[in-house]
């Protein structure tokens, strides 16, 4: 096996000769994609190279098109779990990082419940579990540990049913321990493909080891792990050089597993404590990353795309038109985070009964949250801009309960039959979730998109039946229905 699929000359080449590629030559490859064709590397490089505002333009209109295709109006809503800042590694860019000094936690499991509760009651269903590295503190068993309390925990109408895990890279027996514990989706970023880069922001620990990182997919896919979500995080090396290893990573496992990733995150670098967002010479800028998002959303039509509140209110609203399929809201990343804040909110408003959804989700803890978030609306908040905006939020976690992951997704998705699934499930979650923390304001409100989206499901069957199960969750008589 070739442990190093990144040729960092190749995409160094294919960059330099990006610069030269004509304005006709990049019109003819946006007619390409505007059809549906896949794009080449050296195509891909042209579109990312480009400056022309005009054709910038287009790739937004081409990315826009392509994402009303596939994922209709539906944005996958989760939230990130921390349960340790404990780390040995050093990354120069992460406030958990082992030389910054600060009083480290790891939740214990009554803690963690106390989180998840606050996650339930925002109507959270699916979860990205995140964690520094540390044996000691925060060991696989550990993980496990956590996963296992979190699906077992029922509070109220809230359940989490899917739990994707955002751990560092690891050996192939505990993904195979990560399989058997059903975790969702196993994500990872690489951070950089630049190898001199990586080199240089990874001062010391485990994950300074360059392909031991790389292949961590390989070793998840070879335990049994079939949805793997990459990303990389902008602002460390050229963005255009990650943009094009993210896409041969992709490449490298369609070939070797016959599936790619599941999801690409496209996190892009904050301020955090313990680091100066100034020591970082290749930050990119708004237009800079929108023109990464849409043409990442053109290279691989199928794979969701990841945004975190790591970005403004503006920048989320502006990408969700640009290929966004999955949004985190109401997030805090900090341990413990979630009651800390909740705490925070009972003690100004003075009343021991105030729920936490409903009130801002201002984050007062004066502790070491990973980065500083930068959309800090609470997630009732974000739900309700983004039906005014005429999106669905979808609570779906059904692919995963029904066993379409890996290859079995993809060939839903591209067989376009993705239309009489994720929109009835989107339907139905989203109608759970208003019957379960809306008022009759917001109930309403669901009720006329969903009564706007109900004829576009295309297969008649679905149709009548989520109908019915849509009236069965109003009155109370049925949930958790899926396609
Ligand atoms: N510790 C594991 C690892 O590093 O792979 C798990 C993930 S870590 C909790 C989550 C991610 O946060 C990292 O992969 C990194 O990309 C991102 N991150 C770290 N510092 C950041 C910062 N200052 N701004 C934005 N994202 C950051
Ligand atoms: Fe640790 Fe992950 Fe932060 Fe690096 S990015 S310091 S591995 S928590």
């Known amino acids: ?42 195509e891909i490089a042209a579109l990312l190279k480009t400056q022309n505002p005009q054709h910038i333009e287009r790739i937004y ?64 269903k699916r979860l990205a579990l995140e964690a520094g590295e540390y044996e000691k503190e925060c060991s696989i068993d550990y993980i496990l540990e956590c996963i296992k309390t979190i699906y077992e925990m029922k509070f109220k109408n809230g359940e989490i049913r899917r739990i994707n895990v955002n751990i560092a890279a690891t ?59 990459g990303g990389v995080l902008f602002g460390l090396a050229d963005p255009y050089f990650d943009v094009m290893g993210l896409l041969l990573h992709n490449e490298h496992l369609e070939k070797k597993y016959n599936t790619g990733f599941h999801t690409i995150s496209v996190p ?62 109401g997030s805090n990343t900090e341990v413990g985070g979630y009651a800390q804040a909740a705490l925070s909110r009972r003690i100004e408003s003075n009343s021991l009964s105030s729920t936490t959804e409903g009130s801002h989700a201002r984050r007062e803890s004066t502790s070491n949250p990973q980065f500083i978030v930068n959309d800090e609306r609470s997630a009732v908040s974000i739900i309700n801009e983004l039906i005014d905006d005429n999106f669905i939020p979808s609570f779906c976690t059904a692919c995963y309960r029904g066993g379409r992951t890996g290859d079995r997704f993809m060939s839903l998705a591209k067989s376009g039959e993705i239309g009489n699934v994720c929109l009835p499930n989107a339907l139905m979650t989203l109608c759970e979730y208003s019957m379960d923390y809306g008022d009759d304001t917001f109930r309403k409100k669901t009720k006329t998109i969903i009564e706007n989206e109900i004829p576009h499901i295309a297969n008649e069957t679905i149709r009548q039946k989520t109908i019915e199960n849509i009236t069965k969750i109003h009155s109370g008589k049925g949930r958790d229905f899926f396609v």
């Open 1 to 42: 096996m070739d442990s190093n699929f990144i040729n960092q000359k190749y995409i160094e080449d294919l960059l330099e000769e990006a610069q030269f590629s004509n304005d006709e030559n990049i019109s003819c490859s946006l007619n390409k994609a505007d059809k549906g064709a896949a794009l080449t590397h050296s």
């Open 61 to 124: 209109e081409i990315a826009g098109k392509i994402k009303k295709k596939i994922y209709g109006n539906r944005i996958v809503m989760f939230a990130p779990l921390y349960v340790s800042n404990f780390c040995v590694n050093r990354c120069a860019y992460c406030s958990f990082n082992h030389g910054h000094n600060f009083k480290r936690r790891v939740l214990t499991m009554d803690e963690l419940r106390e989180e998840v509760k606050i996650l339930e009651m925002m109507g959270h």
């Open 171 to 229: 050996t192939t027996e505990n993904y195979q321990k990560l399989k058997n514990a059903k975790i969702g989706t196993y994500i990872l970023f690489q951070e950089t493909y630049h190898e001199p880069t990586y080199d240089k922001v990874h001062l010391a620990g485990p994950k300074k080891d360059y392909l031991w990182h790389l292949n961590a997919f390989d070793r998840a896919q070879d335990a049994g792990i079939d949805d793997v979500g």
């Open 268 to 329: 892009r670098l904050c301020p955090a404590a313990g680091m100066n967002i100034d020591d970082f010479p290749n930050l990119v800028n708004d237009d800079t990353f929108a023109k990464i998002v849409a043409i990442i959303r053109i290279a691989v039509p199928f794979t969701g795309m990841i945004l975190s509140t790591r970005e403004n209110h503006d920048m989320r609203k502006k990408l969700l038109r640009l290929g966004i399929s999955q949004i985190s809201a």
